[in-house]
């Protein structure tokens, strides 16, 4: 019964984020209006036939703006994870492979970058390069990697002392097909796992340094952008903040239970 129950919550899981995605990817399709299109007798509009979702500030469509906006989330999230992903598992990996002094530095490395609080590591680098959405991803990237980095090398630190590591040495095995056949295929999946249930930490951090106007631009439809610009009007309309705020949520719930779903599938 718990099995069945597991499985339907995956197969549920997995729906939710073939829809959040489709949403994304369709997202010029399903908006009504131009996000970027402004027109300021509808400044601050109720919700209508022809703008389901009301207008903002300057009186564009909220309902596409955040169906764009799920664009740049969304896929940024997913690029950026899997880039941190392929970096820190690959640093990881040939730290505790290697040993030695290779290990020592890289620690030194992932000790120190560790050491700052990513977010704030992140708006530093994001303030130093400029604003924009390549920017904002090199950002996250420069400081995400790590956290795979140090759990990769905690796992290849534990296979590479398991006898049949020691055997395939033995029978003369390149130090490649070790990586590569024995060690990767016995850690990956925790590392799956991991990157599953990042990408609704990375959502939020996408829209952090957006809020904090060191992401995206302002015109750029963007959850984060977005929050940051109807904050100045929470007190007369609050939609401009709830709606962005609502889709950053949604998205984020869906990605995490699907990691969670995943978690309990693999395990």
Same mark, same amino acid.
């Given at each position: @019964?718990?099995?069945?129950?597991?499985?339907?919550?995956? +197969?549920?899981? &997995?729906?939710?984020?073939?829809? &959040?995605?489709?949403?994304?990817?369709?997202?010029?399709?399903?908006?009504?209006? !131009? *996000?970027?299109?402004?027109?300021?007798?509808?400044?601050? #509009?109720?919700?209508?036939?022809?703008? *389901?979702?009301?207008?903002?500030?300057?009186?564009?469509?909220?309902?596409?703006?955040?169906?764009?906006?799920?664009?740049?989330? =969304?896929?940024?999230?997913?690029?950026?994870?899997?880039?941190?992903?392929?970096?820190?598992? $690959?640093?990881? =990996?040939?730290?505790?492979?290697?040993?030695?002094?290779?290990?020592?530095?890289?620690?030194?490395? /992932?000790?120190?970058?560790?050491?700052?609080?990513?977010?704030?590591?992140?708006?530093?680098?994001?303030?130093?390069?400029?604003?924009?959405?390549?920017?904002?991803?090199?950002?996250?990237?420069?400081?995400?990697?790590?956290? $795979?980095?140090? @759990?990769?090398?905690?796992?290849?630190?534990?296979?590479?002392?398991?006898?049949?590591?020691?055997?395939?040495?033995?029978?003369?095995?390149?130090?490649?097909?070790?990586?590569?056949?024995?060690? /990767?295929?016995?850690?990956?999946? *925790?590392?799956?796992?991991? #990157?599953?249930?990042?990408? #609704?930490?990375?959502?939020?951090?996408?829209?952090?340094?957006?809020?904090?106007? &060191?992401?995206?631009? !302002?015109? &750029?439809?963007?959850?984060?952008? @977005?929050?940051?610009?109807?904050?100045?009007? @929470?007190?007369?309309?609050? +939609?401009?903040?709830?709606?962005?705020?609502?889709?950053? $949520?949604?998205?984020?719930? =869906?990605?995490?239970? $699907?990691?969670?779903?995943?978690? !309990?599938?693999?395990?």
């Amino acid at each position: @019964m718990k099995n069945r129950k597991n499985n339907i919550g995956f +197969k549920l899981s &997995v729906i939710f984020i073939l829809a &959040v995605t489709a949403i994304a990817a369709l997202a010029p399709l399903l908006a009504p209006n !131009d *996000p970027n299109a402004a027109d300021m007798l509808l400044a601050n #509009a109720a919700p209508s036939p022809g703008y *389901p979702l009301g207008n903002d500030q300057l009186g564009r469509c909220l309902l596409s703006r955040v169906l764009y906006g799920a664009r740049i989330s =969304v896929f940024s999230s997913i690029l950026i994870t899997v880039i941190v992903f392929a970096i820190g598992a $690959f640093i990881g =990996v040939l730290s505790a492979y290697c040993g030695g002094w290779t290990d020592a530095v890289i620690s030194k490395i /992932i000790t120190a970058v560790q050491a700052f609080p990513k977010v704030v590591l992140a708006i530093a680098i994001a303030g130093l390069l400029g604003i924009g959405i390549k920017n904002t991803i090199i950002a996250l990237c420069a400081v995400g990697w790590v956290e $795979f980095a140090r @759990m990769a090398r905690s796992l290849t630190l534990t296979e590479k002392s398991m006898n049949y590591i020691k055997a395939a040495r033995i029978c003369g095995e390149s130090h490649l097909k070790i990586i590569c056949l024995r060690i /990767i295929p016995n850690i990956i999946y *925790p590392l799956i796992i991991n #990157a599953s249930l990042g990408i #609704a930490s990375v959502i939020m951090e996408i829209a952090a340094l957006s809020y904090l106007g &060191v992401g995206v631009k !302002d015109t &750029v439809p963007e959850w984060g952008s @977005m929050l940051n610009a109807g904050r100045n009007y @929470m007190q007369t309309d609050i +939609k401009l903040v709830l709606i962005p705020a609502a889709a950053i $949520f949604i998205a984020a719930a =869906v990605f995490n239970l $699907f990691g969670e779903k995943l978690r !309990d599938r693999i395990k």
